[in-house]
């Protein structure tokens, strides 16, 4: 039967919970773990050429958000606007340098408004980007990251061996494929953490975060996740060039790559290059999907799984030769679009999934309402619980995104159809438009902003970007 809307919120967890989970004295848990530099190329997401299964179960298990978008394309800010609820014009956060507390100083984080009620608050691996001088009022306990870890550099294929040879800056070498276990690197230790507070976290309510670090460069990852793939199969992009009638501002020169050894200072990558690279990206997310298995599994096993609500998110997309693009630091689809998986306890649809325009600014009251915790009023997102009742219900008219290059910002939103991008100057004057039409050109490859044949739809997309995102929240 189903519920009204008024109804569905006023239930805390909404009607696809059992009502055993919604009583008073069952409190629900949080197990938020996000993923660094996740793109959504993930079985649950219908890509089979990299190797996800412990993310495609919590998928089968769960509910699967087709279009989610970050607020912005690189780690601090998106992770800042998450846990804030606030977007990165609100944080004022658009770089790494800047910890939430210090342009937001009185903000009710999300870990504090579960701490303030009474929950274990916990941060272990990378959750926000600066650790404890983001937020020491929103954690029970200072953040812990792994300490002493052998972080790798002990294993160089020979075609890596021999790029590097003569190479004396950077910052090593951007993968490596050691034949060790899987607790010889970070996100090993960071699953042991997690594993050991879910054994003594049994019998109080808890918010524990779990930020995991790899696919983030380098590859390094234990040579047995490598050998799940033939370097040969690997699929290069299908559209390794700017998209034409680009403006240069859109596009980034991707020093975070080119800071390794074996990398190219300046052009594209070779072919050979460019698919080891992404073997190595491949073999970072699976070494990281498996230890999110141990993780869930450990959940099950304490008895835990049925009052923990379970959010797993990248904390923004990345390029792999699209657009000749390595990296994030964009607002091109690759670059804001990333997985966005939720389970609840006692959820009665497992493998749902919704098209509707959504925006990690949701995840806050999202995970509030499934707690049910009231919402600060500070939110700039919404809850996404009634998409979990009604995936095909009408839901926001866009998602937003932005970047800053220098002095300028690039504001850019995702429509149904439509990417449209705008390039401002300080003082608000247009520099450059892009307008990408998913429906013919899925890649972006076309900057159909001056296209006569779309001045219409750049018109209404106009009065989308002037009205703003709280013009666009769902009715």
């Known amino acids: 039967m189903s519920l009204s809307r008024r109804t569905f919120l006023a239930t805390g967890a909404a009607a696809c919970l059992a009502p055993a989970v919604r009583a008073q004295q069952r409190r629900t848990n949080v197990l938020f773990l996000v993923v660094d530099d996740l793109r959504p190329q993930l079985g649950c997401y219908g890509h089979r050429q990299m190797r996800t299964p412990q993310i495609d179960q919590l ?98 294929s020979p075609a890596a061996q021999a790029r590097a040879q003569g190479q004396a800056k950077g910052v090593g070498p951007f993968a490596e494929a050691a034949d060790v276990p899987d607790e010889a690197y970070p996100d090993g230790q960071i699953a042991n953490q997690l594993i050991a507070d879910l054994q003594r976290l049994r019998d109080q309510p808890f918010f524990l975060a779990g930020g995991f670090a790899k696919p983030h460069l380098p590859f390094c990852a234990p040579r047995r996740y490598w050998e799940l793939y033939r370097r040969e199969q690997i699929d290069l992009a299908d559209h390794p060039f700017a998209p034409r009638d680009c403006p240069p501002v859109a596009l980034h020169t991707w020093g975070e790559l080119r800071q390794y050894h074996g990398i190219p200072k300046d052009g594209p990558l070779p072919d050979e290059l460019a698919r080891e690279v992404i073997h190595g990206y491949y073999a970072a997310t699976s070494y990281v999907d498996s230890q999110i298995g141990r993780v869930l599994a450990a959940l099950r096993q304490t008895g835990l799984a049925d009052r923990t609500a379970v959010v797993l998110w990248g904390d923004h997309g990345w390029n792999l030769g699209e657009h000749g693009l390595w990296c994030k630091h964009a607002n091109f689809e690759c670059a804001v679009h990333a997985p966005l998986l939720l389970r609840l306890p006692g959820q009665s649809t ?126």
């Open 59 to 156: 998928a089968a298990e769960g509910f699967r958000f087709d279009r989610a978008y970050c607020q912005q394309a690189v780690c601090a800010p998106s992770r800042a606007s998450v846990l804030s609820g606030c977007r990165p014009d609100t944080t004022r956060i658009y770089d790494l340098e800047t910890p939430l507390r210090r342009t937001l100083p009185d903000v009710l984080t999300l870990p504090q408004h579960f701490r303030q009620a009474g929950y274990t608050t916990l941060s272990r691996g990378k959750v926000y980007h600066h650790g404890l001088r983001d937020d020491p009022p929103g954690w029970s306990e200072p953040p812990w990251s792994p300490s002493g870890t052998w972080q790798g550099r002990g294993y160089l």
């Open 350 to 475: 497992r493998g749902g999934s919704t098209t509707a325009l959504t925006e990690f600014v949701d995840l806050y009251p999202t995970l509030c309402e499934a707690a049910g915790l009231p919402l600060p009023e500070h939110l700039e997102g919404n809850s996404l619980l009634p998409l979990l009742e009604r995936p095909q219900r009408a839901w926001k008219q866009a998602a937003f995104s932005q970047y800053p290059r220098g002095p300028r910002m690039g504001y850019s939103l995702r429509t149904a159809r439509y990417r449209y991008t705008r390039w401002q100057e300080r003082d608000g004057t247009l520099l450059a438009a892009e307008l990408y039409d998913h429906q013919q050109d899925p890649g972006e490859q076309v900057n159909r902003a001056a296209d006569p044949a779309l001045a219409t739809v750049r018109t209404a997309l106009d009065g989308i970007h002037a009205a703003g995102w709280r013009a666009a929240r769902p009715a």
